[in-house]
């Protein structure tokens, strides 16, 4: 299947090809794990995943690296500000290292319940203190770095392509300088790769480096763990729209004057959720998490239906009434799959056949238009329609549909088969030779033309919650909903 993806870069759509044939090294930048993902956040962790479905489609092998921000995360992405970790812990009483273990645990329940594919590799910046002071070491030996304050910062000034993925120019940096100035800096946009102790007096997390007690700043960790995982060149790194100026532009230029050479092929970012107030925040206080959906009766798979909506480059309006609209089509996507479970005449264990094999000329070209659709930068919403397209289909038997299901669903990750059969399983009624015997009784009555019996029977059934359907090889029932 062939693949094209926009990338950050150069602003174009690219044709995809690996460093490594067939495996894809790829690395998202995760959660900064000092309160709950709100449902913004997971619209990223949405894209990346359906990004990783794709690839594994396309088959390639993914390797996905996603790190943990435990440490390092000021409030601001330009060094303001205090640790987001601390501030947390301070607010809630609890150490820094509870607050971590809670939100990371939090994050994987809410990822698990939006079948988000688990990464390969995900790695907490705590444990790589090390892998990071040897790269602020070679950024040194390399003359990229000061000291200042106490403070070790990366000097953009020595490294000409700063800013080249997010379009700034080097001159302007200077005289367009903005807000709170970190006057140990010789350029506003050199940032920190070390704190030492003259910052923060009471950093809780801290560790021994050859700059003094101290810890690393955000975007060191990110250089030195994909690096680490996915070595000095991978294939793509992805995150929201936000970190294009700041924290990617920063990694960038970390990680390409320490080795020399470009870093990362392709640069993926997904758009912004946004509520009605424009932005979705977590520094306003309340703000919309999984949970809260749940509460108010949604299914996980909801968000993960109305994420695929839309495209992952367009920004997406939040509000209950879209999401009540994205609920009622997948609970409409189900019940349709659950009606082909029960018209299908596969007993042979088809759906788990090689589905090149067993498909009619339309059902492939249904699916080519699908992989054309989901190849082309992830066009999930016309992938959807095509899903759609088969669902409505009058030519085409339920077998098939169900495997076309099947394999469609294997990139849109809605589990349409295994929570179709679960929902039939949990509605079979008890009463299976009562209802066998009413309906040899009502097919008796409608081949000697005694309609009304026929009919009599079919509303016993429907009060004791049968649903019948008269198909050409016969009649099928089952519990109403
Ligand atoms: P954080 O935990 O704040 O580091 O953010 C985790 C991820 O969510 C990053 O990739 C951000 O770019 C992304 N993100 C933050 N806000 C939003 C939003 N409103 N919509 C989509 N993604 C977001
Ligand atoms: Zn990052």
């Not at 894209?47 to 396309?58: M, T």
């Not at 996603?66 to 947390?88: A, F, P, Q, R, Y």
């Not at 367009?176 to 506003?188: F, L, M, S, W």
């Not at 306003?284 to 809260?292: I, M, R």
Request: aromatic residues 10%; proline residues 2%; contains cysteine.
């Amino acid at each position: 299947m062939q693949m094209t993806l926009y990338n950050t870069f150069d602003r174009t759509l690219e044709e995809f090809e690996t460093l490594e044939e067939q495996v894809v090294s790829m690395y998202a930048c995760g959660p900064t794990v000092y309160n709950y993902a709100h449902i913004g956040n997971l619209r990223t962790y949405l894209f990346e995943d359906f990004l990783r479905r794709v690839l594994e489609y396309s088959g390639f092998r993914v390797k996905h690296v996603m790190n943990i921000t435990d440490v390092g995360h000021l409030t601001g992405d330009n060094d303001e500000g205090e640790d987001k970790m601390v501030k947390s812990s301070r607010e809630s009483g609890k150490s820094v290292w509870e607050i971590a273990g809670f939100y990371t645990d939090a994050f994987f329940r809410d990822t698990k319940k939006l079948n988000i594919i688990p990464p390969t590799v995900a790695c907490k910046a705590t444990d790589h203190i090390q892998d990071m002071i040897k790269l602020i070491q070679r950024l040194e030996e390399k003359g990229h770095t000061y000291t200042a304050g106490g403070n070790v910062y990366f000097s953009i000034d020595t490294f000409p392509d700063y800013g080249k993925m997010a379009g700034l120019r080097l001159e302007e940096l200077q005289s367009g300088a903005r807000i709170e100035v970190d006057t140990n800096k010789r350029n506003p946009k050199d940032f920190a790769l070390w704190f030492t102790r003259s910052k923060f007096e009471n950093q809780a997390m801290v560790w021994d480096s050859p700059w003094g007690k101290g810890y690393p700043g955000w975007h060191i960790e990110c250089s030195a763990m994909s690096m680490k995982y996915l070595g000095e060149q991978f294939d793509i790194h992805c995150g929201g729209t936000d970190h294009i100026n700041v924290h990617h532009t920063n990694e960038i230029a970390q990680s390409e004057a320490a080795t020399g050479k470009p870093w990362v092929k392709y640069w993926l970012h997904g758009e912004f959720l946004i509520d009605d107030s424009g932005k979705m925040s977590k520094s306003k206080g309340e703000f919309l998490t999984l949970s809260l959906l749940e509460e108010k009766g949604y299914d996980p798979l909801d968000y993960r239906y109305f994420c695929l909506g839309a495209h992952y480059r367009s920004q997406l309006q939040f509000s209950f009434d879209a999401l009540d609209s994205a609920r009622n089509a997948r609970l409409n996507l189900l019940e349709r799959v659950s009606d082909f479970l029960m018209q299908s005449e596969d007993r042979s264990g088809l759906q788990d056949q090689d589905i090149r094999k067993y498909i009619s000329e339309k059902g492939k070209s249904l699916l080519a238009r699908f992989q054309e659709y989901i190849g082309r930068d992830l066009n999930m919403p016309r992938g959807l329609s095509v899903l759609w397209k088969v669902i409505k289909d009058q030519d085409l038997q339920s077998d098939e549909k169900l495997l076309l299901i099947k394999e469609m669903d294997r990139v849109f990750g809605l589990s349409l088969l295994e929570r179709a059969s679960e929902e039939r399983k949990g509605l079979e009624p008890e009463t299976d030779a009562e209802v066998e015997i009413l309906l040899r009784e009502r097919s008796e009555a409608r081949s000697v033309r005694d309609y009304s019996r026929a009919d009599e029977i079919r509303d016993i059934l429907q009060v004791m919650g049968i649903e019948i359907k008269d198909t050409a090889s016969g009649t099928t029932w089952r519990k109403k909903v």
